[in-house]
């Protein structure tokens, strides 16, 4: 079975081939970045990614085809991000990935961005199984959940204000550092001292594993302001490593008490998202799973951030699971939140894997 699947949540333009075949499952994945346009401004312009998503979608999928080597009638399904994310992309993706199902007569269906990408290390790993225990971290998103099954996701706790990709993107900025601000903070932060400005790990006194980021973002703006406007490099750098290490060492923390909440036979432990790229923090999670006795997981650093190939796994899986296609009416849904609800739709009953 062969998925098209198109992401435009945010600001990638993406389309994938991807197949359920175990051994070559993604036939293509092209993603074309508009960091260039919104790296000026420091951040996402909706209206702009909007536009270039609709600019550039047919050129993206005409390729992601081309160089899967599949003609557009061979596409079994049809799959597109339909929240949450920015209302203007995602409704050039939805609206071309159902003129697509239309005009070749096959299944078409809606994904939710944040299950693609707690299930994206299983397009990897073939060895990871169910049930595990995820942080996805990513510019829009924090949140830890227990992954029961395809489509049975209980949230062990969320944000209470900022994502973690949010705060780097923002620290960034405030530091002079380009757009996205997770890769620049990290390579300052290698040549920086991460003691050198303190940072008290957020919601200290509360239960549960929440995430809080906007505190370290007002901190950072304390330590700036301690430098009377004569910050160097190597303060940047310095800035940087602190922030880097208060954020890891927090989420660190939380994975402890995210842990203590699922059920007892939770085998792995996996990081997705954005965030997931840093390797400060995969080799610190990567640490804390060795010690709890867990497998860890993340998915390779090019399937970290957005990208059409987890729209179309995760299609797979949910046909696998046998939990349906959508209908062509289905809305964009902007502030999709994950839940176990959407798990039913159409029954799958044209085409098995
Ligand atoms: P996503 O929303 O999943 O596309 O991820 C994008 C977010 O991940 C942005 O906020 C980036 O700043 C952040 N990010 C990307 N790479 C890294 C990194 N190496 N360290 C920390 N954050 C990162
Ligand atoms: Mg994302």
Redesign the pocket.
Known sequence: MKILAIETS?DETSAAVVSSSPDNRILSNVIHSQIEIHKKYGGVIPEYAARNHLNNIDVVVTEALKIANVRIKDIDVVAATAGPGLMGGLLVGLTIAKTISIMIDKPFIAINHLEA?ILTPRLIYTDLDFPYLVLLA???NFLFAEVKKVGQYKILGETLDDAA??A??KVAKMLGLPY????S??KAASKGNKNRFNYTIPLLKQKGCNGSFSGLKTATKKHIATLRGEMNDQDVCDIAASFQNVVVKFIERQFKKALEMTSSNVKSVVIA???A??QNLRTTTQHFAKIHNLQFFAPPIAL???NAAMIGWCAVERIKANLGYSDLNFPVKPRWQIDNTNAKGKPNSKISI
Do not use: K, L, R
């Open positions: 945010c990408h990513s510019g829009g990709g949010e780097f993107d996205p601000g997770g890769p903070i990290e998202g954005g965030v790229a840093n970290c951030s957005d």
